[in-house]
């Protein structure tokens, strides 16, 4: 297990953003997780960083979990593949694609590692992981022992599970099993994954050109955080009642607005946030990203403090010109 005193983190999150850590240990295997957890004190759990922002250091110690390898455990039409929680969940797409493994294409390009994966069920284009998930393993945070978690104990929802609610900072993911088919059910109605299938002239797409068009969609919108900081989308599209979204549809006619489950609507953040007018606006080096206002970015130089007090300018606003509430996706952490 490597410790590193004092750490930079601003290498170990996608953000970018300055901010210390007293301890960062990597673990490489699980007895170094089990040793660490049996003897550190509720440690902070880091995979690739991609959905925290630091907005101070942290006085706590970190685990960054490197856990690897990729197992076929069961082979058939569906196959059952355990992830260890460190894999980079983009490499585990393409080993899938390699592998003739249907289910997670439209998951491309997702930046983090797998063992995240299932806390706030990623999801993309259509496609969230729930739908392809099979089963975890975790260990307790206070004491190292493990225990599986179904798919049904983890409670999916959009954005969620029960490791961001009721488990909340009370288990490290271990290994994540999917279920992957060799018979292939395309998701292609979702956003421009058809038109540009149309566009290529692919008349029987599979699952490799579905990949190809998810990543050429992201590729276009989304900054790449090697280049601009950010943390993909910073708040989660808030989801309203019938009742409350006709009302708002009544002032803005073109307000979209998703079917979402049990008769409630889902409303694009970005769209309320280009129309409460922070589309492309920054303040001091952290911005409103100018081609998706749901994404704040890091302009160089950033604080996490600055990032913050951004975020929270635009919640106020949009609570004020709305009358909703935005939550944040992102992690907050050393508050
Ligand atoms: P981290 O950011 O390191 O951690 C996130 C949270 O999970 C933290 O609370 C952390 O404590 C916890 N955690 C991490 N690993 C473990 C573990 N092994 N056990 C227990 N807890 C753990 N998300 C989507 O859903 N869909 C998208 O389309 C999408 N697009 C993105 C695009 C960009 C450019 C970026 C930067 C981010 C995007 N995200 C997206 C968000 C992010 O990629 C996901 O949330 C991802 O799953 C985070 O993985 P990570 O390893 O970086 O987790
Ligand atoms: N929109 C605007 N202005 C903007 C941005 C978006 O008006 O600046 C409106 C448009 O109406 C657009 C709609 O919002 O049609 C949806 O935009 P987009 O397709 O870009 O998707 P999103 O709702 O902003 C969500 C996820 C993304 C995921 C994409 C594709 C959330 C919080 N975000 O974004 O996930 O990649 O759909 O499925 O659900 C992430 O979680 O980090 C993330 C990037």
């Known amino acids: ?49 991609s959905n925290i922002l630091t907005v101070g250091d942290i006085h706590r110690d970190i ?59 990623i999801g993309a284009y259509g496609v969230e992981l729930d739908m392809v998930f099979h089963s975890l393993e975790a260990m307790r945070a206070d004491s190292g022992t493990t225990r599986v978690f179904t798919r049904e104990q983890c409670r999916f929802g959009y954005r969620d599970s029960i490791f961001k609610n009721e488990l909340r900072h009370q288990y490290v993911i271990t290994n994540v099993t999917l279920q992957l088919s060799r018979e292939h059910t395309l998701h292609t109605t979702y956003g421009a994954i058809q038109d540009m299938l149309t566009a290529w002239s692919v008349e029987h797409p599979t699952i490799r050109d579905v990949s190809r068009a998810v990543i050429n969609i992201r590729q276009s919108k989304l900054p790449d955080p090697t280049v601009m900081g950010n943390a993909g989308s910073f708040f989660k599209n808030p989801i309203l ?20 489950a049990g008769d409630l609507v889902k409303v694009p953040a970005g769209w309320l946030i280009e129309q409460a007018g922070w589309k492309g606006v920054s303040r001091g080096r952290a911005g409103c990203y100018e081609k998706q206002a749901l994404v704040l970015v890091n302009l160089g130089g950033a604080t996490g403090q600055e990032v913050w007090s951004l975020a929270r300018e635009i919640m106020a606003s949009v609570q004020q010109r709305f009358a909703i509430d935005l939550i944040p996706e992102v992690n907050v952490w050393g508050t």
């Open 241 to 260: 009642s019938r009742e409350k979204y006709e009302q708002l549809f009544k002032d803005h006619p073109d307000m979209p607005g998703y079917p979402a």
């Open 63 to 121: 685990l960054r979990i490197e856990l690897k390898g990729i197992e076929v455990i069961r082979e058939g039409d569906t196959s059952l593949i355990r992830i260890a929680a460190g894999e980079v969940w983009h490499d585990v797409v393409l080993w899938a694609l390699e592998a003739d493994l249907g289910g997670i294409e439209n998951l491309s390009l997702i930046p983090g590692t797998t063992g995240a994966a299932p806390i706030q069920n």
């Open 1 to 49: 297990m490597e410790l590193f005193n004092n750490a930079s983190l601003a290498a170990y999150t996608t953000f970018g953003v300055e901010a210390f850590a007293d301890r960062l240990y990597r673990i490489e295997d699980m007895e170094e997780l089990r040793l660490a957890l049996q003897h550190l004190d509720h440690p902070l759990i880091l995979g690739g960083g």
